[in-house]
């Protein structure tokens, strides 16, 4: 899987050196942890995230609350999740899933909070989600995309 990354040049905040720009996710190295601790109402917020995705993410919920320390700018990354989680919830609280369906619309969810809903479905393979689902999905992720950051050289 590839994931759209806004490569953003270190040391600028020329928009000139911004460029978005297709890498494999295997590419991707973590950033280093930039806070050393997050607040009880963030903790908290993260809680539920890893909670809704428990199923379909296998990250401790240790792993998870470092992740969102590594982020320059948390509650931002930690609102996305939430609305990824909403969405999630809608769609799989009202129907008896597979763990594959969850899974693929977990994969759908995360596209959609980075890129468009025609980029995601141009991505999408083989779906053991109907179009019909897919379009559910998205009638509940409406936020505008977020592409990741990613500090290039």
């Given amino acids: 899987m590839t994931l759209t990354a806004a490569l ?3 040391g600028t905040k020329n ?7 297709e890498i494999a996710i295997e590419e991707l190295k973590l950033s280093e942890v930039v806070h050393d601790s997050l607040t009880t ?9 890893h909670r809704t995705f428990a199923e379909v993410i296998s990250s401790s919920l240790e792993e998870t609350i470092t992740n969102f320390k590594r982020d320059q700018h948390p509650d931002n990354e ?12 809608r769609f799989t609280s009202s129907k008896e899933l597979s763990l594959d369906k969850k899974k693929e619309a977990f994969d759908i969810i ?16 083989s779906s053991d989600l109907t179009s019909d689902e897919v379009k559910e999905i998205f009638s ?6 977020e592409p990741l950051k990613v500090m290039g050289n």
Avoid: F, G, H
Wanted: hydrophobic content about 45%; aromatic content about 8%; overall charge neutral.
């Fill in 8 to 10: 953003i040049s270190c």
């Fill in 41 to 49: 109402v963030q903790i908290k917020k993260i809680e539920e995230i």
């Fill in 140 to 145: 509940y992720y409406a936020d505008a995309p």
């Fill in 15 to 21: 928009q000139e050196n911004s460029k978005t720009k």
């Fill in 78 to 89: 930690i609102a996305v999740w939430i609305t990824m989680a909403k969405a999630y919830e």
């Fill in 110 to 125: 995360l596209l959609r909070s980075m890129m468009t809903e025609a980029e995601v479905l141009e991505r999408i393979k």
